[in-house]
T-cell receptor, first 109, second 113 residues
């Protein structure tokens, strides 16, 4: 059973545009929601994370929006750049990490 | 400076020949995880250690074993690799379970031939 559902599977955005990736979860015991960025052949790297007691967290061009009642959270990448092209995974942590299925983002110049 | 180091980066092994992957950390974290990631898929948790306590996922095949001889090191042993075990194996650490971030190594790309 997929603990964290992620969409879309792939995303193509023009340079300068906004990339939006969505995730949903069921287990209300999850209390930490990170986003990881993974380049080909590399391990995932933590991008930004949020705890359920806040509804939004912003770090530079990256923002997480969190809706506790809907059990959904999303990553927004503002002013998307070609260097942002990577696979993005959302995750949820209760006592272990569960990953979403990943979104392959391509930012075209 | 790498904080979670996996060796080797690439490993080719023959079908049925045991293989061991290693992971070391300089973070002194309590928790160490092993994930399997197949092409274009999400990392799948195989097991994790909280200190010396081993926690196996229910669907992890018996073919996969792990050892953690001390805080810094953790090993993944695949006793009889099959072709379906070709994947990237990721080690990660976290200070604690819940509400803490996980740090990943670069992974070991295992190919079973």
């Amino acid at each position: 059973q997929q603990q964290v559902k992620q969409s879309p599977q792939s995303l193509i955005v023009q340079k300068g545009g906004i990339s939006i990736i969505n995730c949903a979860y069921e287990n209300t015991a999850f209390d930490y929601f990170p986003w990881y960025q993974q380049f080909p052949g590399k391990g995932p790297a933590l991008l930004i994370a949020i705890r359920p007691d806040v509804s939004e967290k912003k770090e530079g061009r990256f923002t997480i929006s969190f809706n506790k009642s809907a059990k959904q959270f999303s990553l927004h990448i503002m002013d998307s750049q070609p260097g942002d092209s990577a696979t993005y995974f959302c995750a949820a942590n209760g006592n272990q990490f569960y990953f979403g299925t990943g979104t392959s983002l391509t930012v075209i110049p | 400076d790498a904080m979670v180091i996996q060796n080797p980066r690439y490993q080719v092994t023959q079908f049925g020949k045991p293989v061991t992957l290693s992971c070391s950390q300089t973070l002194n974290h309590n928790v160490m995880y092993w994930y399997q990631q197949k092409s274009s898929q999400a990392p799948k948790l195989l097991f994790h250690y909280y200190d010396k306590d081993f926690n196996n996922e229910a669907d992890t095949p018996d073919n996969f074993q792990s050892r953690r001889p001390n805080t810094s090191f953790c090993f993944l042993d695949i006793r009889s690799p099959g072709l379906g075990d070709t994947a990237m194996y990721l080690c990660a650490t976290s200070r604690d379970t819940g509400r803490t971030e996980a740090f990943f190594g670069q992974g070991t790309r295992l190919t079973v031939v």
